[in-house]
Every structure is written in structure tokens, then in C-alpha cells.
């Protein structure tokens, strides 16, 4: 298990290339961006020693050329919570986060993270979509009388940070539930480390679910079977019967 844990971390190092750019670096991810493309971000040197992360603005230009308005109403909600919960800041148009030295792997981590969560705000531009896919499931469940505790963070055994969308205590067992509304191979691969690196952590038994909507995208029987190997289950939103099922069985 421990080969298969630090293969991630192989995974990241092989494909992440770093190069000068004036008075940044500029560091492409091999995460994915909603046009498919690398995410970049960029790295300088504060005067104060500090290290400032940056996604050069790609995001807020992202949301105008997709007309997505963050400004007001309930797009800015969605947007300051993401922000909020990984400690982004906005600056000039820029999505930054502040760090020392001693603390950048971890508040880089959470940076990349946020940066993901907001490309899923893509999907959000519709003048339809009266809710975010976090706030149906909850909405959902809070109906079945099921308890949970929402937007934990929980350190894994690489002492990163995690967030997690939402957890199911029981007396015995608990059970540990990620959200994916935009699942790519590369995605799948994040979720994956992250609830591997959570489940020794953990004092109760765990059960693992990530929870797909798949109200516009089928589910990948590629992806499913890669979580599945990993005893991480996969659910989907429109068999709501079955993780209704699986949810009030955790014990």
C-alpha cells in the first residue's frame, strides 16, 4: 500500500514542469483546467521572504469570457465560500495565497485544490441552476432525516490538509463522502489519494463514497472500476434510492 500511496506523488513530480517567466516561475500542473488544458500557476518571492502562489488571473478571466457574473447573488456566495474554505485570496483579478517556506506544500495543496473547485463553476452558467450540486445533495439528505457533518477538514497520514464535501458518524463506523461534478481522469486520481491518505487517520472504520452527478455526463465504467479497486464506492445522483440505502446503513 505504501508504494501505491507515494506512486502519486511519482505521478505529480513526472509530470509538472517548471520554467522561468520574468519575475515569476511558472509551474504547469498535470491537472486539468475546464478546456482540458494544463492548470498553471505561478510562484515569486515576496520582500518579506514570503512565497506568493498565483493563478495569473486565468480564473476571473475564465469567468468573464464565460459570462459568469461572481459579483452578486448567488454565484458570489458559491465563489467567497471556495475562496473562503481554501484560504484564497482575491488580488487585482488574481486568486493568491500567501505563504512561508516552511508551510508552502500544504497551502500549495490547498491553493491547486480551490482552483479545481472553482473551474466546476463553469457549469454553474445557466439563468436556470437555482442550486450548486453540494447544496441538492444536503438538501436531499436533510429530507431523509440522515445526519452529517459538511465541509470537514481532515489531515491525512501526509499530514496534508483535505477537504471533505461531507461525513456520516455512526457509533461503530462512519462514513466519508467526496462530490464529483466534473470527473476526469485526473480528478479521479486526486480523490483516490485523497481518501487514501485520510483512511489511516481515522480512528472509527471508514467507508468511503464518492458521489458523481451525473445528470449531464455518464459516469465512466473506466473510472468507476478505478475507485471500486481502491474500496472507494462509487454513487451516482440519479439512483437516489441507492445512496439513500447505503448512507442510512452506516453504523
Same mark, same amino acid.
Given at each position: ?41 505561478y510562484?515569486?518571492?515576496?520582500a518579506d521572504?514570503?512565497?506568493q ?12 469570457l ?17 475562496r473562503?474554505?481554501y484560504?484564497?485570496?482575491?488580488v487585482?483579478?488574481?486568486?493568491v ?10 497551502n ?6 480551490g482552483?479545481l ?13 437555482? %442550486?450548486?450540486?453540494? =447544496?441538492?445533495?444536503? +438538501? #436531499?439528505i436533510? *429530507?431523509n ?5 459538511? @465541509?470537514?477538514k &481532515? ?13 456520516l458518524?455512526?457509533?461503530?463506523n ?24 485520510i ?21 465512466? %465504467?473506466?473510472?468507476? =472500476?478505478?475507485?471500486? +479497486? #481502491?474500496n472507494? *464506492?462509487p454513487l451516482?445522483?440519479?439512483?437516489? @434510492?441507492?445512496? &439513500?440505502r ?6
Amino acid at each position: 500500500m505504501n508504494e501505491i500511496i507515494t506512486s502519486y506523488y511519482d505521478w505529480l513530480k513526472q509530470n509538472t514542469k517548471i520554467s522561468k517567466v520574468g519575475d515569476y516561475f511558472e509551474e504547469v500542473t498535470p491537472f486539468l483546467n475546464n478546456r482540458n488544458d494544463s492548470l498553471l500557476i505561478y510562484h515569486r518571492y515576496l520582500a518579506d521572504g514570503n512565497i506568493q502562489i498565483s493563478d495569473g488571473g486565468f480564473i476571473m478571466e475564465e469567468f468573464d469570457l464565460l459570462s459568469i457574473n461572481v459579483s452578486k447573488g448567488k454565484r458570489k456566495q458559491v465563489f467567497d465560500f471556495i475562496r473562503h474554505s481554501y484560504h484564497l485570496d482575491l488580488v487585482d483579478d488574481e486568486l493568491v495565497i500567501v505563504t512561508n517556506t516552511n508551510n508552502y506544500a500544504k497551502n500549495k495543496h490547498f491553493f491547486i485544490q480551490g482552483l479545481l473547485k472553482l473551474e466546476d463553476m463553469y457549469l454553474l452558467n445557466r439563468t436556470t441552476v437555482k %442550486s450548486t450540486f453540494q =447544496e441538492d445533495v444536503l +438538501e #436531499y439528505i436533510d *429530507k431523509n432525516d440522515i445526519t452529517y457533518l459538511d @465541509d470537514i477538514k &481532515i489531515s491525512g497520514k501526509s499530514k496534508l490538509d483535505h477537504n471533505i464535501d461531507f461525513i456520516l458518524p455512526g457509533q461503530k463506523n462512519e462514513a466519508i463522502i467526496k462530490l464529483a461534478n466534473n470527473l476526469d481522469s485526473n480528478m479521479v486520481k486526486s480523490h483516490i489519494f485523497t481518501f487514501e491518505d485520510i483512511q489511516g487517520s481515522r480512528k472509527k472504520n471508514s467507508k468511503c463514497f464518492i458521489l458523481i452527478n451525473d445528470m449531464n455526463k455518464k459516469i465512466s %465504467s473506466k473510472h468507476a =472500476e478505478a475507485f471500486s +479497486e #481502491y474500496n472507494i *464506492k462509487p454513487l451516482v445522483w440519479s439512483d437516489k @434510492d441507492t445512496l &439513500i440505502r447505503e448512507f442510512r446503513n452506516v453504523g
